[in-house]
Nanobody, 116 residues
Framework: QVQLVESGGGLVQAGGSLRLSCAAS????????MGWYRQAPGKERELVVIINSGGSTVYRNSVKGRFTISRDNEKNTLYLQMNSLKPEDTAMYYC??????????WGQGTQVTVSS
């Protein structure tokens, strides 16, 4: 069992920045990959960025150059630094951890709202 708790969301103006955090606890071992997804009202959940165990990353095209994923292994925390935020970034952001194809965990999400 793995627990993921996101934090750091909020209301910001376009062009502003936020840093999201995802604190992981429980049976944290043999992690295949971690990442961030987001879901706006009326839309399907979409990938923002993933980072695998080797450190390689894959970003959604619309966030490249603006968002950066990082991790602090000592604190068991995953981060998403979001700069130059746009109104279209408004969504509920979810942290995910995958140990295998059959074992995937999700947090409850943190709301990010970007005003124009």
């Amino acid at each position: 069992q793995v627990q993921l708790v996101e934090s750091g969301g909020g209301l910001v103006q376009a062009g502003g920045s936020l840093r999201l955090s995802c604190a992981a606890s429980g049976s944290i071992f043999s992690i295949n990959a971690m990442g961030w997804y987001r879901q706006a009202p009326g839309k399907e959940r979409e990938l923002v960025v993933i980072i695998n165990s080797g450190g390689s990353t894959v970003y959604r095209n619309s966030v490249k150059g603006r968002f950066t994923i990082s991790r602090d292994n000592e604190k068991n925390t995953l981060y998403l630094q979001m700069n130059s935020l746009k109104p279209e970034d408004t969504a509920m952001y979810y942290c995910t951890l995958r140990k295998s194809a059959a074992e995937e965990y999700w947090g409850q999400g943190t709301q990010v709202t970007v005003s124009s």
